[in-house]
């Protein structure tokens, strides 16, 4: 083979390889990036929730601090029972997209970076988006006692209103 | 320019097109990413700390929930004075690398994901590491009343121990 048939061979092999390089190089940056702040925890099992969710517990209550701490990660559709709380909580959105709704008022969309602060004995319920997970932290006063769990959320609850 | 000639020029060109996009794409993606739950809110311009620090007020306390809940942002070397809460602190940490000392106790270090309780009325300061910005969010019960702030932190304490 002359030696400009070589250079072509040679150019063309080395075009082939770079634009598969190339290729794959786009593929990667295309995937989303998800920065976890804290670790999920362990999966829910008491009857508390619909859905598959997942409790950190950060930090208990005790003397010193009676508020407990915790992040919760709902997946898409889950969400708690109709609850209430003694003393409040507040809600810290801290990824993905929720649900939170009280009790003779609207359901309404929670998002990342959003707060939500949950009135003494007031019933309601949150949880994930139909279609985006959520991840909240919750910040429970326990000073005059335990959350009151009551029905769960139906799914004629779940789905009305914002999507 | 005969039909070999012209091939091989184009191929060069697109080679070397493509070496360049290549080294585009790589450079992007090396870029790294930073997810920020809460916005940064104000520059703090009070005596209270050293360096440069940000809060975003995510929940006022009130007669309902006695919780006072704030984002904060301090810069590499940015640190709060020495201080106490009559009714605790809790910190969880958000985002980069931060320091944590009570008095008579070692410096230690507090990264993303992790979460300090401050007891009550203990002396203590925190802020960003050395090399590193760090994002917290704090929970202080404001029941017993407001923070109490002692003296800055000297650069010898704020440079002792872990870095």
């Given at each position: 083979m002359n030696l400009r048939n070589t250079a072509l061979l040679i150019l063309t092999g080395m075009l082939a390889v770079s634009c598969n390089q190339h290729t794959k190089q786009e593929k990667l940056a295309a995937e989303p990036t998800y920065d976890v702040v804290f670790a999920k925890g362990e999966r829910v099992t008491n009857d508390n929730f619909t859905g598959r969710v997942w409790l950190n517990n950060l930090v208990n209550a005790d003397s010193v601090n009676q508020n407990a701490v915790g992040s919760v990660t709902f997946e898409p559709g889950a969400r708690t029972k109709w609850h209430s709380h003694p003393a409040g909580q507040i809600i810290l959105a801290l990824d993905g997209?929720?649900?939170?709704?009280?009790?003779?008022?609207?359901?309404?969309?929670?998002?990342?970076?959003?707060?939500?602060?949950?009135?003494?004995?007031?019933?309601?319920?949150?949880?994930?988006?139909a279609d985006s997970a959520f991840v909240q932290v919750a910040i429970t006063g326990r000073e005059n006692g335990e959350t009151v769990w009551l029905k769960p959320v139906t799914d004629e609850e779940y789905n009305q209103g914002p999507k």
């Open positions: 997209v929720g649900y939170y709704q009280e009790e003779g008022k609207e359901k309404v969309i929670v998002r990342k970076g959003e707060v939500v602060k949950c009135p003494i004995d007031v019933p309601h319920w949150h949880g994930a988006s």
